[in-house]
């Protein structure tokens, strides 16, 4: 899909889904929504992963009501 020409956004569904495109390396940017709740336990967001990811935050967004929207570009090393 990178090679294709053309821009657009693909939503990836489901944490295992996620978990395969971002160990690849096919995720380009996440979006993420915080809610003032604060909850215990539960499943994690992603999966521990022994490489770490950076990001950069490109966009931050409220609504009116409590809810941020987060938008982070994956910081890829340049290629030589």
Known sequence: MRTAPGEGDIAIGG???AAE???AGLID???ARVY????GGGIPFLPQRER???LQLVETRTSG???VHL???VAR???S
Not at 36 to 39: A, F, G, M, R
């Open 15 to 17: 944490a295992t889904l």
């Open 21 to 23: 495109a971002a160990a």
């Open 29 to 31: 940017a996440y979006r």
């Open 36 to 39: 003032p709740v604060l909850v």
């Open 52 to 54: 770490r990811v950076g």
């Open 65 to 67: 009501s409590p809810v």
């Open 71 to 73: 938008r982070y570009r």
């Open 77 to 79: 090393r340049a290629e």
